[in-house]
């Protein structure tokens, strides 16, 4: 394997390892204030963790944007300077243009992503006050395996390994959430209804960043999130501050850690980085969650629940290397 390639997937692992015990951290929080409270300022924490790098790189894109100098040949040459000058003052203008933060494009499809990642956050949080951190992270999961189904909608190819890694993924979904009988939990329900708008959400996202800058994207679209969740958490919550001191760590975990780093990471890891690969990486996420719920929440499932896992995780693995089998 290449540095550069080992690197990525460093980085990526870190991602999903900050991202598994986010669930955690998210579980723990809600045992103090309202989810609408937490998604509100932990969403509100991770916008503001990003903006040093969105800055940072204005600055870097602008600085290597403009470049040049005068050079005086002879007093004969100031017509053909004066040409170069305006050149550049004209480059310049255009490199402020460009640089211009947050264009209309870009609030329109974080207002929108927006939108959506706040049902999906919602789902998910309000599902944690009634399941384990690990089978909200399985469960949630499985939209890898729906963004290709949903592919098909949009007249995307699907290979025959999407759709056995479906099947494996129903399997273990079964196994995950029914208890005792044909009894599935709300919690599990509500990440289940989750999974299929984190689908949404991810078709969404691919789609707006062919045209928009990442970085804003993301960041408009997780203070929208984080306006309706405080939206929400004004009519339907307490808001204290003594409850917001409570949970101030899993609310800064998942603020600066979850949203903030690791975000970055998965960019810069990306970067580098074959896309079946990365999924594979990410996916592990479940595994970090299912972990971190057992070792800091003592949450432990049934025999049947990991044998679900185990299914739901493979099936990931195979849907993602099908993909890279079918495009090298």
């Excluded at 951290?25 to 990003?50: E, K």
């Excluded at 599902?127 to 992270?137: P, V």
């Excluded at 062919?210 to 999130?225: A, G, K, P």
Aim: hydrophobic share 50%; charged share 15%; glycine share 10%.
């Amino acid at each position: 394997m290449k540095a550069k390639e080992f690197k990525s997937s460093i980085m990526l692992l870190m991602a999903a390892l900050i991202w598994g015990f986010a669930f955690v951290a998210q579980r723990v929080g809600v045992r103090y204030i309202g989810s609408f409270t937490l998604n509100g300022v932990r969403f509100a924490l991770g916008a503001l963790s990003m903006l040093p790098l969105i800055i940072y790189l204005k600055r870097k894109r602008t600085a290597s944007g403009i470049g040049g100098s005068i050079s005086v040949y002879s007093a004969d040459a100031e017509e053909q300077i004066e040409i170069k000058d305006q050149g550049i003052m004209e480059n310049q203008n255009e490199l402020k243009r460009m640089d211009k933060p947050f264009k209309l494009p870009a609030v329109k499809a974080g207002i929108t992503a927006g939108l959506v990642l706040f049902i999906a956050a919602t789902l998910q949080q309000l599902g944690l006050e009634e399941t384990t951190a690990g089978k909200a992270a399985f469960i949630t999961g499985f939209y890898i395996i729906l963004v290709p189904i949903f592919g098909v909608f949009l007249k995307q190819k699907t290979g025959k390994s999407t759709w056995v890694a479906a099947v494996l993924a129903i399997a273990g979904l079964y196994l995950i959430s029914v208890n005792d009988g044909s009894k599935v939990s709300g919690g599990d329900l509500l990440e289940l209804a989750g999974s299929f708008f984190w689908t949404l959400h991810i078709l969404l996202i691919y789609r707006f960043t062919q045209r928009v800058d990442v970085l804003e994207l993301s960041f408009i679209q997780y203070m929208t999130c984080s306006a309706l969740s405080l939206g929400f958490a004004i009519f339907l919550e307490d808001i204290s501050i003594h409850g917001i001191a409570q949970a101030l760590v899993p609310i800064l975990y998942g603020g600066i850690a979850s949203v903030g780093i690791a975000y970055t990471l998965q960019a810069f890891g990306q970067k580098h980085a074959k896309p079946s690969h990365a999924s594979v990486i990410m996916s592990l996420e479940s595994l970090f969650a299912a972990l971190g719920g057992l070792l800091i929440l003592g949450e432990v499932m049934e025999i049947k629940g990991y044998i679900g896992c185990a299914l739901m995780l493979t099936g990931v693995i195979v849907s993602q290397t099908g993909t890279a089998i079918k495009n090298p």
